[in-house]
Each structure stands twice: as C-alpha cells, then as structure tokens.
C-alpha cells in the first residue's frame, strides 16, 4: 500500500443543520462552522467533511441538491464557503463536501426542463418511462418506501425513476452529457480549493437494465433494490472516470459510502490506484438488518461489534486503508447502539472509542460523539422528522406491530438520533443558538455538554483528545497508522483486543465491554501503559501467572500498551 498525507490525520464529520447556528433562525450554518474552527483544531481534528450545503428543498436534509454550484441561502452564502476553505487551509484542515450524484432535487433546473420536454435533451438527464394500462416497468421498492416511479409533474402517461425520495429524481449516468456535467461541477469545486468529497449513495449510480420485476419480498409486492444491484455491472466503469477526470488530476481526497462491496472489488474502490482514496466500513452498521424493516432488526452484542470490524480489517489487510466510524447522521448514535442498553456511562463511551479508534484505517468522529451524545428518546411519532424514519414506522405498523414497538424501533435506528443539535452547554437549547432549534435538542443536554466535559479531566471529550494525540505522537505514529493489525484472543466474551505491530514496536490495544470481573492473559508484562480510561491517569493491574500474565479488567475500561 502506497503511503499517502491523509492516512495520519484525524478527521470528523459536520451536519451542518445542526452543528451551530449564530443567526438564531433554528439551523446551524457556514459562520457557525467557521465559529468554532479553534475548537475541533483544539480537539486535533484534520479533515472536515460536511454534509451538504448546498441549494436545496431539504426534503431529505440537502441530499436533494437543486443547484450545485450555490449554497443554500439557509446555511450562508458563497463568501461564507470561501471563507471557510480559507480559514481551515490557514489552520492546516480540510474541507470535504458531499458529492450527490445519484440523483438531485426535483427543482433542479435539469428536472424542471426535463418536466417541460421529456423528449429533449434534459429528459434524457433523468429515467423517464412511458407507462401504459398502470404497470411500471419494475417493482423496486425505493429507499424511503414506496414504489421507485413517480408520476413525471405535468404528464399523464409519463414517470420517472427515484430510488430514494420522489423529490429526488435520479439522474441517468448512462448519458455522457450528463457525466460530463458532473465532472465539470466537480471540477469546479476542486480548482476552488476543496479537498474532496465523500460520494453519497456511489453504488446506485449503475442500474441493471433493461428495467425487470424481482420477486417481491414484502405484502407491497414490491422488492429491495438490493436485488437490482446485484446484477447491475460495471459501476466501474463509471467511477473510473470520475477519478480520471476529477479526482486524480486534482489529488483529492475521496471517501466512497459504499455498501454491499464484493470482497474481490476492494482493490478497484480502495487499492492504490483506486476509484476512491477510501471508504467507509460499514459492516457493524448492516449487521442484524432485516428485510422487513426496522421493527425486525436485531441489536449487536460487544462481541458481534468486534468480530464485524475484526473481520473487515482482514479483508483489507494491505489492499488499502478503510475508515472506521461508530456513528453518521444516518445512523444512532455509536455509544447507544454497540453499547447495551443501560451501560451507557462514560467508562463504556471511553472503552467503545479506544476500540474502534486504533483499528487500522482512518478515524473518523462523527459532531458530538467526542462529547458522549446518546440517541434520542421518541414519545411520539410527532417528534420525528427524518423521511426513512416515517417509513420505517408506516412499514412497522403494516406489518401488525404496536404504536409502542414501531417508535421503539426509531428510539434504535432513526436517523434523527444523530441529527439533534449538538450539545454545547447547559444553557437554553444547548447553547446552539438562539432561536428554536429545528429538531428539539436532546433533553440529556443539561447533562451530556461540552463545556461540562471540558471542565472534566476524565471527560469522555477529554479521552478523545488524548486517543488524537496518541495517535499521532511521533514516538508511537508509525505503528498506531501503518502498523499490522492482529487480533487477540478473539474467542473471548466481552474483550475486543489487537495487536498494531510495526518493524520495531507491538502496541496493544484492549477495549473490555460489561460489568463483570474479567482477565486477559497477555505473553508478557507491558514495558508501558500509553494510555487508560482509569480516572486520575490510574494504570490497570496485571497479574503474573504460572503461564505469563493477565491484565485485570474489572468493568468497562480499555487501555493502550507497549509491549
Ligand atoms: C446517503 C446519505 C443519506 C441520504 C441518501 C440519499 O445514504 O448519507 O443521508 O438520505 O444517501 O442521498
Ligand atoms: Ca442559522
């Protein structure tokens, strides 16, 4: 693997509706983002990627782009995004933006023409069929439910293709006029100082067609795209040019959300010449998922955690470097869904970060998981607003669950339980602005706030800090990024445990998950503890025995060692 800047840095990610708002109109924006630069430069941060800011309806939180090439008047202006590439190159960060190719917004310009002459050159932009006698031409279920034809506005006969959302009409990648758009819009952005993008939702971009029926697979007679992709080839193709054309001339930096890869395309999406610099791994986020719906869905225990992340670790040993999270704005928040429930305290929050944080790859911190942020508590579907949620719980009812189960589905899996607004301090709506926050804050704020874990030395916040620094501490750098990972004792409950090994140093890395007492036999007595979720920079006891030694894990607490 070829060695690149961006495999020693830090990097987080900012949703920026909810991040800070300085004009008290209930959404974060651009001059709260510049506001609290200092801040995530003081936590150690490096690469920012920030969910779109773009022009947008919103109607799936700016993932509905009507103008690429502006930002929406709600999160600032042009002169703010100049401004922030500007202050982030002064501080030594990067600024990544969302790149929404899939589809954009039904009030894109593109789509409006389109509307108008479905026959001309903007209706070949999008996927627009003729339907005769009320069949469409497949029964794909979108993303947020329902049926992926929508009438086409202002035409009886005609409909067009939306995988996610119906005001997110998806644009037809088959069409070099369209792909030369993309790859101008991109290029645009770079030759403007943007560092790169994370590429939203990559993998729909190639559709199997011509357009076929699968078997359905709920009472809606409808089936999971899932099934289209399968069997739609040559994504590749695609995303090669993207990185001929715009990425690679340009050194940016990529991050693919990328879903459902085949073992042997790893090398294609993340190996030294790869479409992408990186993708994210998703495999403890997609465990337990099932086909019904949310409702269905299992928890993960610790030890299924481990052994997801432990095995995407192998599978891309040396292929390149893959990005851990435990959180997005798509997903729960990390601490509530890797944890049990009800061991959410700040020694768990400590262990599951020291876990995920030293796995081989790029970290990445979703806003607010340096400060412990927990997921929501729904009383009722009134207080939720995110789209697939609203179908989750449509889905849940109409498969004969109670009101009661459905919303506690969404207490697990909404989206929203990310997206509320970040916890700054105790003061009204968490310090996040002064207006009526657009999502209710958590009401745990007065609790779980930044200013309160700032002034605790043995803050999760804190503890994220110190993980930062170790990882690029020049003494344990080398290691802590490039070194091997080997997992350790991987048959044993509750004990997430790994090896990095570089040329001349072996660090180990252990995160015990529960309450009970537990011992992990080492070969060894550790030369020296780097670091420990113990108050008060306490080490963890080790014991000799008659075949070596055992470390002493009483409870949650993780630490680091050399060995
Ligand atoms: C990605 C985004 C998600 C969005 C979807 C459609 O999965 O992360 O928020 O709804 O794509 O753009
Ligand atoms: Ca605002």
Redesign the pocket.
């Known amino acids: 693997m070829e060695r690149k800047w961006w495999h020693k840095k830090v990097a987080y990610q900012i949703y920026p509706k909810s991040f800070y708002?300085?004009?008290?109109?209930?959404?974060?924006?651009l001059p709260?983002i510049i506001e609290k630069l200092d801040e995530l430069k003081a936590l150690g941060i490096d690469i920012i990627w920030l969910s779109p800011v773009y022009a947008s309806p919103l109607a799936d939180q700016g993932y509905d782009i009507s103008d690429y090439r502006n930002i929406d008047p709600?999160f600032g202006t042009m002169d703010d995004m100049d401004r922030l590439l500007a202050e982030a190159k002064k501080r030594d960060m990067y600024i990544v933006m969302d790149l929404v190719v899939n589809h954009c917004s039904d009030e894109h310009e593109w789509f409006r023409r389109a509307c108008e002459d479905p026959d001309g050159k903007y209706g070949k932009y999008f996927y627009i069929e003729t339907v005769k006698d009320g069949k469409f031409p497949c029964n794909w279920r979108s993303y947020f439910g329902g049926p992926v034809w929508e009438k086409l506005p202002g035409h009886e006969d005609k409909y067009y293709l939306h995988v996610f959302h119906k005001k997110q009409p998806d644009l037809n990648w088959e069409n070099p006029e369209v792909r030369e758009e993309i790859y101008d819009m991109v290029n645009w952005w770079l030759d403007k100082g943007l560092a790169g993008f994370r590429i939203d939702a990559i993998i729909n971009i190639k559709k199997a067609l011509p357009f076929k029926d699968y078997p359905a697979d709920r009472p809606d007679g409808l089936t999971s795209i899932g099934n289209m992709l399968r069997d739609a080839k040559g994504v590749g193709e695609f995303l090669g040019e993207l990185r001929d054309r715009c990425f690679a001339p340009h050194e940016a930096f990529t991050v693919g959300e990328v879903f459902n890869e085949k073992a042997e395309e790893i090398p294609d999406f993340i190996g030294d010449s790869g479409y992408f610099s990186t993708m994210f791994d998703f495999a403890p986020t997609v465990f337990g998922q099932s086909g019904k719906g949310w409702h269905e869905n299992a928890d993960i225990t610790p030890d299924e955690y481990r052994d997801c992340v432990f095995n995407t670790q192998k599978k891309i040993g040396e292929i390149g470097f893959i990005s851990n999270i435990i959180e997005n704005h798509d997903e729960p928040r990390g601490v509530s869904r890797y944890i049990p429930d009800g061991d959410q305290c700040e020694d768990s929050k400590k262990t599951l970060a020291t876990g995920y944080f030293f796995l081989k790859g790029l970290p990445w911190i979703y806003q607010g998981q340096e400060i412990g942020m927990e997921n929501k508590k729904f009383t009722s579907i009134e207080e939720v607003d995110d789209i697939s949620s609203l179908d989750a719980y449509k889905v849940a009812l109409a498969d004969g669950v109670t009101e009661e189960r459905a919303l506690y589905a969404l207490g697990k899996l909404s989206r929203d339980n990310a997206r509320t607004p970040y916890q700054w301090d105790d003061t009204v709506n968490a310090g996040f602005?002064t207006g009526m926050p657009w999502l209710p804050v958590n009401p745990n704020y007065t609790e779980i706030n930044l200013a309160a874990q700032k002034a605790d030395p043995d803050s999760v916040y804190n503890y994220y800090k110190k993980l930062i620094a170790l990882r690029k501490d020049p003494a344990y750098a080398e290691t802590l990024v490039w070194g091997e990972m080997i997992p350790v004792r991987q048959d044993l409950h509750d004990i997430m445990a790994y090896y990095r090994k570089g040329e001349n140093q072996t660090l180990l890395v252990v995160a015990a998950f529960g309450n009970e007492n537990k011992v992990l036999p080492l070969p060894v007595k550790p030369k020296k503890i780097l670091l420990s979720t113990l108050a008060g920079g306490k080490e963890p006891e080790f014991v000799e025995t008659k075949d070596g030694w055992e470390a002493v894990l009483d409870g949650y607490l993780a630490f680091v060692a050399e060995l």
Do not use: L, Q
Not at 22 to 28: K, V
């Open positions: 708002d300085t004009n008290g109109d209930g959404i974060g924006d709260g709600r602005g």
